[in-house]
């Protein structure tokens, strides 16, 4: 069975070679479109150019960028608003025109927590994200943006509370707290072990992020086993998005659990 087509938004340039390079490496290896939506930066900015050289090494589509300022790097994007300060309706707005642009089967981005880190930036984004998604798909709601598109499924990408002892070992000496949930929201665990090459080629293209000793920067002092040990497995919290009624079905007078 082919993989569906996947649309990719995170927060800054290295969240989605970090939180779902894996995944989307897969799918575009199988033939399916890919594509990832980056909400801060600037595009002419050297960052995306990193941003760019990641997305080849994926293997998917070119740098889709919203252009708003990074929360703690006011330079990332001069003359924009940061990304926590622009008009709600207007972020959303523009994330719906890539969506129904795109036509993805399958969505990505940060979960509630905003990831491991928790950065204010990364839980916008989430929140965004899921307006952006429902909008899509009702005609009435950004007209301008395109013809309505509703997505399959959103998946949150997340670490268990199990993954901590292999992530703690690389953030607790940052003095970074940690983020995870309960193991039993997982609801998709990805062996992304094959297409680690191109997930750890994708990290190591965040240049900037590698010199200043960022996640990049630490994963690329590791040694492949222990990088392999960190990124072989990508965890997934899938929301639903259409609802899948058997044919003919009458709606259910209550709600269920």
Same mark, same amino acid.
């Given at each position: 069975?082919?993989?569906?087509?996947?649309?990719?938004?995170?927060?800054?340039?290295?969240?989605?070679?970090?939180?779902?390079?894996?995944?989307?490496?897969?799918?575009?290896?199988?033939?399916?479109?890919?594509?990832?939506?980056?909400?801060?930066?600037?595009?002419?900015?050297?960052?995306?150019?990193?941003?760019?050289?990641?997305?080849?090494?994926?293997?998917?589509?070119?740098?889709?960028?919203?252009?708003?300022?990074?929360?703690?790097?006011?330079?990332?994007?001069?003359?924009?608003?940061?990304?926590?300060?622009?008009?709600?309706?207007?972020?959303?707005?523009?994330?719906?025109?890539?969506?129904?642009?795109?036509?993805? =089967?399958?969505?990505?981005?940060?979960?509630?927590?905003? %990831?491991?880190?928790?950065?204010?930036?990364?839980?916008?984004?989430?929140?965004?994200?899921?307006?952006?998604?429902?909008?899509?798909?009702?005609? =009435?709601?950004?007209?301008?943006?395109?013809?309505?598109?509703?997505?399959?499924?959103?998946?949150?990408?997340?670490?268990?509370?199990?993954?901590?002892?292999?992530?703690? %070992?690389?953030?607790?000496?940052?003095?970074?707290?940690?983020?995870?949930?309960?193991?039993?929201?997982?609801?998709?665990?990805?062996?992304?072990?094959?297409?680690?090459?191109?997930?750890?080629?994708?990290?190591?293209?965040?240049?900037?992020?590698?010199?200043?000793?960022?996640?990049? %920067?630490?994963?690329?002092?590791?040694?492949?086993?222990?990088?392999?040990?960190?990124?072989?497995?990508?965890?997934?919290?899938?929301?639903?998005?259409?609802?899948?009624?058997?044919? %003919?079905?009458?709606?259910?007078?209550?709600?269920?659990?």
């Amino acid at each position: 069975m082919p993989l569906p087509d996947v649309l990719a938004v995170f927060a800054h340039p290295d969240d989605e070679s970090l939180a779902a390079g894996g995944v989307l490496a897969r799918h575009a290896a199988a033939g399916a479109r890919t594509a990832v939506v980056t909400a801060t930066w600037a595009p002419d900015t050297p960052r995306a150019a990193e941003l760019a050289d990641a997305l080849r090494a994926l293997g998917t589509g070119p740098p889709r960028m919203l252009g708003y300022a990074d929360s703690r790097v006011p330079h990332s994007a001069p003359g924009r608003p940061r990304l926590l300060d622009a008009p709600l309706d207007e972020t959303v707005r523009e994330l719906v025109a890539h969506l129904r642009a795109f036509r993805p =089967r399958i969505v990505l981005t940060h979960d509630a927590y905003g %990831g491991l880190t928790g950065h204010e930036d990364h839980v916008h984004t989430h929140r965004v994200t899921l307006l952006a998604v429902h909008a899509a798909g009702l005609e =009435r709601l950004c007209p301008d943006a395109g013809a309505p598109w509703r997505p399959d499924a959103l998946y949150l990408a997340t670490h268990p509370h199990s993954a901590v002892r292999s992530w703690a %070992g690389l953030l607790a000496p940052a003095g970074k707290r940690m983020y995870t949930v309960p193991d039993d929201h997982v609801t998709a665990a990805v062996d992304v072990s094959p297409w680690l090459d191109r997930k750890v080629a994708a990290i190591l293209a965040h240049r900037t992020e590698v010199e200043r000793k960022a996640a990049p %920067g630490l994963i690329a002092a590791l040694p492949d086993r222990e990088r392999a040990l960190l990124l072989g497995t990508e965890w997934y919290t899938r929301l639903a998005v259409a609802p899948t009624p058997a044919a %003919g079905a009458r709606p259910e007078a209550d709600l269920s659990s």
